[in-house]
Each structure stands twice: as structure tokens, then as C-alpha cells.
């Protein structure tokens, strides 16, 4: 599994269906500034968002959850496991402000 997000792989999946960035924020409902954030590793996906991800790419939402990094959730997860991803989006956002506020 990706621990990050793998900006490459979606990239090459999108050029062989010959979509672009902006038709994969439109269909999973995102910004696109939303979709920027999420190919610089800074925003997770929701479970929404892997599902139309995997979609209009034609691979599974597993795929999709793995290629977007480990704590990614998975469509249908629920419980413990969300509530660790929804704690570990909340680690990353806070360590992606530590990291703008020291100047990196």
C-alpha cells in the first residue's frame, strides 16, 4: 500500500481514459483546489470520493484507498476504523500546520 498519496498513478490512470484533474474533482463533488490539495498529500479523500474515484478510473475503491494513502477510508467503513481515520486526518492536518508555520 501507498503511504501517500500517488499523484503519478492517478495522473497515468487519468491519461489513459484521457480525463483530466478537472474532470476528476466533478465527479467526485471536489473543488479544485480540494483535488490540489489531495495530489500534495494535504487533504484526505472521503469515502464518497473513493468511490467516484475508483468510478471513473474503473478500479476498485480498494485500489483507490491504497493509492491515496493507508488511512484513506474505504467506501462502507464504519466504527473503530473511522474513527481512526477521521483521528489521523486530524494528526496530518495538524502536522501539515506546524510544517507552513515553521516556514516549510
Do not use: H, N
Request: charged share 25%.
Amino acid at each position: 500500500m501507498a503511504l501517500f498519496f500517488d499523484a503519478e498513478w492517478f495522473d497515468a490512470r487519468l491519461g489513459e481514459r484521457g480525463l483530466s484533474r478537472g474532470v476528476l474533482a466533478a465527479a467526485a463533488a471536489m473543488s479544485a483546489a480540494d483535488l490540489a490539495l489531495a495530489f500534495k498529500d494535504q487533504r484526505e479523500l472521503s469515502a464518497g470520493e473513493v468511490a467516484a474515484f475508483a468510478e471513473l478510473l474503473g478500479v476498485e475503491a480498494g485500489e483507490v484507498a491504497s493509492r491515496a494513502g493507508v488511512s484513506t477510508p474505504l467506501p462502507g467503513q464504519s466504527g473503530a476504523d473511522t474513527r481512526i481515520a477521521a483521528l489521523e486526518r486530524r494528526v496530518a492536518a495538524l502536522e501539515a500546520e506546524v510544517a507552513r508555520l515553521r516556514g516549510g
